[in-house]
């Protein structure tokens, strides 16, 4: 089993839709996760570190269920620019990290 | 944008040929990664160090090998390339607590012809 996983999609969405990822973990024990953006050919970047309380960022909400071992990432009001895929991240401990595959977004005109 | 660079960028190797990547941090972060990104597979630890030489495993070690003799430099080397390594290797640094996120290095794409 994969300590992170992901639905791959592709998600097609028009521009001013919303649009939500999720993302499970295996171990029970995962200390922190992080949602980040990877454009194609390039590296990852981190879109934002993921709170026990749920978190904002403008149009960005990313939550954390850990009883039921998952996270999500919430997208409103999507903009042509947020096409890109989406990594879950898992930091289990220890500063050691898991990696989903990623979901590709791409938001249409 | 985290100080990371990482060289070559691009690199066309033969089978059986060494090749080395070279990361390179101006953060002075302790730790640094290897990734190795494939389809299908997502990113992939290789070989992370937590200090100047104290390096460790990953879970896709085999065939690969690392050195870090300043905090600065991190050295990934593929003794004797083969095909399944053509890849997009990442380089990343972090540094040590629960919080710390993962940056990343602009990557290297490598071929194995």
């Known amino acids: 089993r994969k300590e992170v996983e992901q639905d791959p999609g592709p998600f097609n969405v028009p521009e001013g839709a919303t649009v939500a990822f999720n993302c499970t973990y295996s171990n029970s024990a995962s200390q922190s996760f992080f949602w980040y953006r990877q454009d194609c050919r390039k590296e990852p970047k981190l879109l934002m570190s993921?709170?026990?309380s749920g978190n904002e960022d403008g149009r960005f909400t990313a939550q954390l269920n850990r009883a039921s071992q998952y996270i999500s990432l919430l997208i409103r009001d999507s903009k042509l620019s947020d096409s890109a895929t989406y990594l879950c991240v898992v930091n289990i401990g220890s500063n050691q990290f898991y990696f989903g595959t990623g979901t590709s977004l791409t938001v249409i005109p | 944008d985290a100080g990371i660079t990482q060289s070559p960028r691009h690199k066309v190797t033969e089978t059986g040929t060494p090749v080395t990547l070279r990361c390179h941090q101006t953060e002075n972060h302790r730790y640094m990664y290897w990734y190795r990104q494939d389809p299908g597979h997502g990113l992939r630890l290789i070989h992370y160090?937590?200090?100047?030489?104290?390096?460790d495993k990953g879970e896709v070690s085999d065939g690969y090998s690392v050195s870090r003799s300043k905090t600065e430099d991190f050295l990934l080397t593929l003794e004797s390339a083969t095909s399944s390594q053509t890849s997009v290797y990442f380089c990343?640094?972090?540094?040590?607590?629960?919080?710390?996120?993962?940056?990343f290095g602009n990557g290297t794409r490598l071929t194995v012809t």
């Open positions: 993921v709170y026990s």
């Open positions: 990343a640094i972090s540094e040590p607590g629960q919080s710390s996120a993962l940056h």
């Open positions: 160090s937590y200090g100047v030489k104290d390096t």
